[in-house]
């Protein structure tokens, strides 16, 4: 066999054994309560120099990586995010990141100058990089906790706003010439509004031709709108816009939009998002040296306490206050600010540059990430309920798959009915669907059979809906109402959007 040809069967094995590993550490992850980013940070720092030896030191080849995973991140956020969910949190994250990053970086780079002695430059960056909360972090924790709307929808649209300007500033600041504060502030507004207009313009473009366009496979779907986030991300670079804005928002139009196979794309981005977290966490623990690690505890200690208990609670009250937030949610808010992946990231940009003291950057950045997730992680939710901020008694929601029938002027409905949902026991007349749409089968126990209008629904059961096109939306919300609050949602004012 050929040299070559080993060294990939090899490769290809201890890929896929460290792909299998992190997935067990999800597992593991799920259960403890910690963001799974640490455990592949341990994973890393296993495999790296200090363990099995692995020897990975390039900050370009880490820097080029690591930016494409976040891509994958963002992506997969805007596309799994319902915008009817964190439409009314939108102001409060946009004013979150932009007034609070300012805040957050100001308050730790004041901090880093006069308590640990870094230069300005340096105590600029450390702000810079730690100003943004985590997509990946916030995205695993939230969406196992119970909160009101528009609190998860405020902190979740942030984690998803806030790496934008984050990274204009952290590029300008690691140029040989760094611009004045006024021409960073002109050179932000202008690529975030390019970047706003390229996400906008391409998730509706796409969206539409997507809606009309009657592709051969269902398989087809997912990579056509994995693929036009990624062109706007390319598309708003070339014009000198925020990539990953554009990332973001064109991935929320498309998620939110009414396409064929919208869980399939779902399905498909969130698989992409954790293959690009696995190896985006791995990466950054090999490209730690642990033999650096010590010499910086006590100033990432120190960073990272000014950090979580006055630069972010100061940011919330002061981006926060004209939003109507209530001082316990302004306290959940101020503890929710995970970092993550995105702040070692950013540091491998300094690394890049050639700054001196990147290395000690990193180190500090690497500590603060790793024990500031393992106290607010597991927390957070105990934090919730201290604050009497989650909803008892949620439902998991319903999944419904759609394909199209064009030449029908239809659709139909492919729905599976979680055990929790209120669609049990519910009779098929008490569903009101509207006029066009109706229950053509049910799979029950494996075994189908077409129902009556007294026909009573169970929970697992599989229903087939064919809806014309136009009342798709209106089909969709009213089983999705039904599902949360029982056939009496509309009385308790559950839409289902």
């Known amino acids: 066999m050929r040299g070559w040809q080993v060294k990939l069967d090899l490769w290809l094995l201890l890929g896929s054994a460290v792909i299998i590993t992190a997935i ?31 020897q990975f030191d390039d900050p370009l080849v880490a820097e080029t990586l690591g930016l494409a995973a976040l891509v994958l991140i963002l992506a997969e956020g805007g596309i799994t995010t319902r915008w009817s969910e964190v439409r009314a949190g939108v102001p409060a994250a946009i004013s979150l990141s932009i007034v609070g990053s300012a805040v957050s970086i100001a308050t730790v780079a004041v901090a880093a100058h006069w308590l640990i002695g870094a230069d300005w430059r340096i105590a600029a960056l450390l702000g810079a990089v730690l100003a943004p909360t985590d997509a990946a972090a916030v995205f695993s924790v939230l969406r196992r906790l119970p909160l009101p709307p528009r ?24 140029e040989e010439h760094s611009p004045t504060v006024l021409g960073m502030a002109g050179e932000l507004v202008a ?29 087809l779907y997912p990579i056509a709108v994995l693929a036009l986030v990624l062109g706007s991300y390319g598309a708003a670079s070339m014009l000198h816009g925020s990539g990953f ?42 490209l730690a040296s642990p033999s650096e690690l010590p010499a910086q505890i006590a100033p990432a200690v120190v960073c990272g306490l000014v950090l979580v208990f006055v630069a972010r609670p100061l940011s919330v009250l002061l981006s926060l206050p004209f939003f109507g937030f209530s001082w316990r ?3 959940l808010l101020s503890w929710a600010g995970l970092r993550g992946a995105v702040p070692i990231v950013l540091t491998t940009v300094a690394m890049t540059a050639g700054l001196h003291n990147a290395d000690e950057l990193f180190a500090q ?52 009915i979680p055990p929790d949902s209120r669609l049990d026991g519910v009779e098929i007349f008490e569903l009101r669907l ?29 229903l087939l809906v064919v809806t014309t096109s136009d009342v798709r939306g209106v089909t969709e919300r009213r089983l999705r109402a039904v599902s949360r609050r029982g056939k009496l949602a509309g009385w308790y004012g559950e839409r289902g959007d």
């Open 245 to 286: 804005l554009a990332t973001y928002i064109s991935a929320l139009v498309l998620g939110n939009s009414p396409l064929p196979h919208r869980p399939a794309t779902r399905g498909f981005a969130e698989g992409l998002a954790w293959l690009a977290q696995i190896g985006l966490f791995i990466m950054l623990g090999l």
């Open 24 to 54: 067990v550490a999800v597992r593991l992850a799920h259960r403890s309560g910690l963001p799974s980013l640490l455990l592949y940070l341990a994973l890393g720092l296993i495999l790296g120099e200090s363990g099995f030896g692995i």
């Open 434 to 462: 509207p006029q066009g749409a109706a229950i053509m089968l049910v799979v029950r126990d494996g075994k189908s059979f077409v129902p009556g209008p007294s026909t009573r629904l169970q929970a697992r059961d599989k």
């Open 151 to 174: 609190l998860s929808g405020a902190l979740e649209a942030e984690s998803g706003f806030n790496d934008a300007p984050v990274i204009i500033l952290v590029l300008a600041l690691t």
């Open 329 to 331: 949610e302004k306290g």
């Open 191 to 219: 690529e975030l509004a390019i970047g706003a207009v390229a996400g906008l313009l391409i998730g509706w473009l796409g969206a539409f031709a997507l809606r009309r366009l009657a592709l051969p496979a269902s398989g």
């Open 365 to 416: 950045v690497f500590i603060i990430v790793v024990v500031f997730t393992l106290l607010q992680g597991p927390t957070l939710p105990w934090v919730a309920r201290a604050l009497k901020l989650t909803i008892a008694g949620g439902s998991r929601d319903i999944d419904v798959e759609a394909a199209p029938l064009e030449e029908l002027h239809a659709e139909l409905l492919d729905i599976q």
